[in-house]
């Protein structure tokens, strides 16, 4: 039996697939791919295998692939040359033989025509390029991670209110330890087989929702106030955040208000066998209620 390899291994998202798939396998059966296999070393130590490779480096990938099964491709960075990097990785499997590429994919609304800057257009591709590759798939569509909801609503919502552009589309961000989960269960179970997913957390919200939520959780109002995207990207810039970064967040951001994000559905529930963390249980975990003067701690 082939193994089963990660790409990504040191970033956030694969270090936590095989972090998962250790609880459920020999380590033996596991690979992780890393360009600086030393920041791995902690996974290696565990039995991980892991190999060394470049998504830029087709020869490399095919090197790297030799003997597995299933691969989780998890995509590359933002401002990248995803085209390639995909396309090498997804030629590369198919030259090693691996069987089943499962692909982590970006949540959109094809309908609404909403593009998000820097991964949209590049998903599609890759997705086209899977779909045609002969290889068996999976495509999970990843909604906004909630371990970031910080850099959506602004670490100062508390204070400011929370200024994002105005819409009334919501979404239902999930724990990338939740999506890990899901990726541990496709690479895993039988059934998913040339498939797409689109995965969400258990709690809708537009950003209004999320400042009541806020506010009652808090003890004290914070407000909902719309501004317009210019506006946003102009608040990042001045908080040195650089102009095409800030340009890429904003996207993101409206694209929610817009409605790239509000499709739900309860596939991510359906994978890993329990509720994924809300917003709510987010918000009640990681920001405090207002401590009454009474029960404040003595200095």
Do not use: C
Request: net charge negative; hydrophobic share 40%.
């Amino acid at each position: 039996m082939g193994k089963l390899l990660v790409t990504g291994a040191t970033g956030n998202l694969g270090r936590l697939t095989l972090q998962h798939l250790l609880d459920r396998l020999p380590a033996e059966r596991l690979a992780g791919l890393s360009r600086t296999p030393d920041r791995a070393a902690d996974l290696a130590e565990r039995g991980v295998d892991i190999r060394p490779g470049d998504y830029l480096d087709h020869d490399s990938l095919v090197s790297a692939f030799a003997g597995v099964d299933k691969l989780l491709l998890i995509s590359a960075q933002a401002f990248t040359d995803r085209n390639t990097q995909h396309f090498n990785a997804i030629t590369a499997a198919k030259q090693a033989g691996v069987k089943h590429v499962i692909y982590t994919s970006i949540q959109r609304d094809d309908e609404l025509g909403i593009s998000q800057v820097g991964v949209t257009e590049s998903d599609v591709f890759t997705e086209h390029t899977l779909r045609a590759s002969g290889l068996t798939y999976t495509i999970l569509h990843n909604p906004m991670y909630l371990d970031q909801l910080e850099g959506y609503v602004g670490a100062d919502a508390y204070e400011n209110g929370v200024r994002v552009p105005h819409g009334e589309g919501t979404m239902a961000p999930a724990l990338l330890r939740d999506l890990a989960a899901g990726n541990a269960a496709v690479l895993t179970q039988d059934g998913h087989e040339n498939r797409s997913y689109t995965l969400n957390g258990s709690q809708v919200a537009s950003y209004r929702d999320i400042a009541a939520a806020m506010s009652e959780l808090h003890g004290r109002p914070v407000p909902y106030l719309p501004v317009t995207a210019d506006e946003y990207r102009d608040g990042l810039v001045h908080k040195d955040v650089p102009p095409p970064v800030a340009e890429f967040l904003t996207a993101w951001v409206a694209g929610v208000s817009l409605g790239s994000f509000s499709k739900h559905t309860d596939d991510l529930e359906r994978l890993i066998g329990y509720r994924p963390t809300g917003y709510r249980d987010f918000l009640e975990k990681n920001y405090p209620a207002i401590t009454p003067a009474s029960e404040a701690p003595v200095r």
